[in-house]
């Protein structure tokens, strides 16, 4: 009984550790944005391996490209935005990831000293 009970204990530990995300796992698919330092609405964004597209509430949908500098380091360069960011270059890390969100920050290009940190949450 107690062979059995620790072959148990093994798989759920082996399964709890494949749940595991990575800064892989948030280069593509499709992923729930919220600001921690600013208000500002939830955004819903989808990512291929070159694009990505942003919509908040159906709305305002900005698009961009998206080129990976490591494994947690992205540029994303907005294509279609407001005019004030189109363009423009946005340099995120990812900081950490805690179950299926990761802990990121961002800067961008032409606006010194902002910084946007995010929560990331993957849906697919």
Known sequence: MRTLYIFILIMISSF???????????KIGTFKIECINYKLPITTLTRTEKNQKESTDGLN??????EWKSECNYELIYLKASPEMNGKKVSVE????????????STFEGMPGVVLDFEMVKLK
Not at 61 to 66: A, K, M, N, P, Q
Request: proline residues 0%.
């Open 61 to 66: 949908e900005l698009e961009g490209t998206v």
């Open 16 to 26: 709890a550790k494949s749940q595991t995300l990575t800064c892989v796992d948030f």
């Open 94 to 105: 990812i900081i950490k990831i805690e179950g299926l969100k990761a802990i990121c920050s």
